[in-house]
T-cell receptor
């Protein structure tokens, strides 16, 4: 079974630039999550999708972050404009009804 | 409010010694508790979940609702156990359903 795919693995950008991350969940997993993991902290949920609908985006800084999952499969997380404090690993995870919770390898973002 | 506390940021033991990684939680409902592990340069992966009551790689964890704890234990640590360990809680209602709340993690180092 293929795992959760994420790209790119690494990204370095200057502050105020924009960046996008892509996630392909496990086939058949209706629920998709984006987590932010800042160095020295545990992952924190940014947004949760059920198919292509948003279940929870209460922790998403909506003034600069956006996410979409148009066809209920792949998802994109965007930051525009980026700030220094956005430097983190962005993890995508998927599950089927809360079961089989699987994480991707993450995208490490450095904002300079 | 949901909270997971891992009091130890770093934990070092010698090979063959017992190890206990502490986790305390705060949640008003009936949470599901997990331990995740992240080995160097690998993705976050599930180690064990409290409802399974299983032993994985010699690790066990018992949910103590009275003390709101879910400590991870292993009687004889091995060098390959060196990794970052995260305790996580999964919500069981409303907008918390399916969402994972993580502790900050404990870096375990097992010396030869």
């Amino acid at each position: 079974e293929a795992g959760v795919a994420q790209s790119p693995r690494y990204k370095i950008i200057e502050k105020r630039q924009s960046v996008a991350f892509w996630c392909n969940p496990i086939s058949g997993h209706a629920t998709l999550y984006w987590y932010q993991q800042i160095l020295g902290q545990g992952p924190k949920l940014l947004i949760q999708f059920q198919n292509n609908g948003v279940v929870d985006d209460s922790q998403l800084p909506k003034d600069r972050f956006s996410a979409e999952r148009l066809k209920g499969v792949d998802s994109t997380l965007k930051i525009q404009p980026a700030k220094l404090e956005d430097s983190a690993v962005y993890l995508c995870a998927s599950s089927y009804g809360g079961l089989g919770y699987t994480f991707g390898s993450g995208t490490r973002l450095t904002v300079v | 409010a949901q909270r997971v506390t891992q009091p130890e940021k770093l934990l070092s033991v010698f090979k063959g010694a017992p190890v206990e990684l502490k986790c305390n939680y705060s949640y008003s409902g009936s949470p599901e508790l997990f331990w995740y592990v992240q080995y160097s340069r690998q993705r976050l992966q599930l180690l064990l979940r409290h409802i399974s009551r299983e032993s994985i790689k010699g690790f066990t964890a018992d949910l103590n609702k009275g003390e709101t704890s879910f400590h991870l234990k292993k009687p004889f640590a091995q060098e390959e156990d060196s990794a970052m360990y995260y305790c996580a809680l999964k919500g069981d209602r409303g907008s918390t359903l399916g969402r994972l709340y993580f502790g900050r993690g404990t870096q375990l180092t097992v010396w030869p």
